[in-house]
């Protein structure tokens, strides 16, 4: 059982990444899955959510910038990240709960810089 996260890097502000987080050993198409972010010398912070029927919600400091998706027969979770700003560098990590535990990916690292 596993959530793998790929498609950080270097971007310059006002730029645009997608993540993507494949999973495998669990039904994924039953599962709210979730993306956090974790920056040097700060919690690790909700960024979006998406429910098992597609329903999603966004913390506030990303609302109309980022958007979360998913590709039920390709077990992956999405999140597009536009008009990137400095202070959404981070470490970018999936995340569900799975039998009553945190599954957790290992993140990628998004960094924000000209």
């Known amino acids: 059982v596993q959530l793998v996260e790929s ?19 669990i039904f994924f198409g039953a599962y709210d899955m979730n993306w956090y972010r974790q920056a040097p010398g700060k919690q690790r912070e909700l960024v979006a959510t998406i429910t098992y029927s597609g329903s999603s919600n966004y913390a506030d400091s990303v609302k109309g910038r980022f958007t979360i998706s998913r590709d039920n027969s390709k077990k992956t979770l999405y999140l597009q990240l536009s008009t990137l700003e400095p202070e959404d560098a981070a470490v970018y990590y999936c995340h569900t709960r799975w039998n009553g535990a945190d599954l957790w990916g290992q993140g990628t690292q998004v960094t924000v810089s000209s």
């Open 7 to 25: 498609g950080g890097g270097l971007v310059r502000p006002g730029g645009s990444l997608r993540l993507s987080c494949a999973a495998s050993g």
